[in-house]
């Protein structure tokens, strides 16, 4: 395998789930939404990285408040 499929293989796996996420909401693909993310990286030297983490920052939050309960007395 080559470093770049390595690469790209680690970040799916291990990654946040920010892309797939995002693409479902907005109805795109999500190879898309990671070259989207490559791209802003490079053109903004690193802020698209940034804004990747602050998003599986703020998704990861989320999820802890809004757990989905099955009952009242879940609480």
Do not use: C, N, P
């Amino acid at each position: 395998m080559t470093l770049v499929k390595q690469l790209r293989f680690f970040f799916e796996r291990h990654g946040f789930y920010v892309s797939t996420r995002l693409a479902d909401r907005l109805g795109m693909k999500v190879k898309s939404v990671r070259l989207f993310f490559i791209y802003a990286s490079f053109a903004t030297f690193g802020a698209g990285f940034v804004m990747y983490l602050t998003l599986a920052f703020w998704l990861k939050l989320k999820d802890l408040v809004y757990t989905k309960r099955t009952s009242v007395f879940d609480l």
